[in-house]
């Protein structure tokens, strides 16, 4: 593909993969198969994938925070949980076949997409805002941190179903964390890939330019519109990315 039509698809790509990546998941669906369309093998879109994500999540947290929307503390608390999974998981993904995890991915997904449209409740039956979660939060962030780390693809899913029924946060709050969780994880799992040379820069460079800016507004949208407009492309989102996963292979 010529070089003139190739940067600006690949931004406007990014774009695409950003809004889904903040306000649900599965935008590494898109930007992964480009990728590997171009010609990067598996491990090489995989992590240049990841560098998109890591400039996407500093934009988006920066725009959260612009939108009055951090807290860090209980951030920062979900990230460390995460980051020793999402080491082991980048360091099983050079080597390892995705094909069953997908699959299996696929149907989790499936089921999620129910659940999520659930209301949170609290234990006195009244629909809650935020809780504690108890310790079993803290092995779900780990084995979440593993899968992010393993296979990018719908970790957001995972994300969103473990906070919104663990913690019973809304959908936005649900987002700012997932952003912040994502971008500090990131940072391991992406020198596994640069350390191993399989990330391509240039491309990744102008793939995170779209993630960024995609992921800046979607930010601004979750905020002003709130919880019934990321339900709405959360739930589109995940059928796509269901059916995509089932019966693509």
């Known amino acids: 593909m010529d ?12 774009i695409v993969a950003g809004v889904l990546n903040v306000m649900a998941g599965g935008g590494s669906a898109i930007t992964l198969p480009m990728l590997i369309f171009l010609g990067l093998d598996a491990p090489l879109a995989n992590g240049t994938n990841r560098l998109a994500v ?10 959260y925070r612009r939108e009055n929307y951090s807290d860090l503390k209980t951030s920062m608390r979900l990230a460390a949980c995460a980051l020793p999974g999402a080491v082991l998981g980048a360091i099983a993904a050079v080597k390892m076949d995705s094909l069953l995890f997908q699959k299996v991915l696929g149907i989790f997904i499936l089921v999620m997409v129910a659940t999520v449209l659930v209301p949170a409740f609290g234990k006195n039956g009244r629909q809650a805002g935020e809780s504690s979660g108890g310790w079993l939060i803290y092995p779900v962030m780990l084995g979440i941190g593993f899968i992010g ?11 969103i179903a473990a ?11 649900i987002n700012m964390h997932k952003a912040a969780v994502f971008f500090i994880y990131t940072i391991p799992a992406m020198a596994v890939f640069a350390w191993t040379g399989n990330i391509d820069w240039p491309l ?16 601004k949208i979750s ?3 709130g919880e019934k407009a990321i339900k709405i492309v959360l739930v589109i989102a995940m059928l796509i990315m269901a059916i995509k996963l089932l019966w693509s292979f």
């Open 149 to 159: 780390g393993l296979h990018q693809v719908g970790i957001g899913f995972f994300m």
């Open 223 to 225: 905020v002003r519109r």
């Open 3 to 14: 070089q003139i039509l190739l940067l600006p698809l690949l931004f406007g790509v990014g």
């Open 204 to 219: 990744g460079i102008v793939l995170a330019t779209g993630n960024a800016t995609g992921g800046w507004w979607a930010a």
């Open 54 to 63: 890591f400039i996407q999540c500093i934009a988006t947290v920066i725009s």
């Open 163 to 173: 906070l919104r029924h663990l913690m019973n946060m809304d959908l936005v709050r």
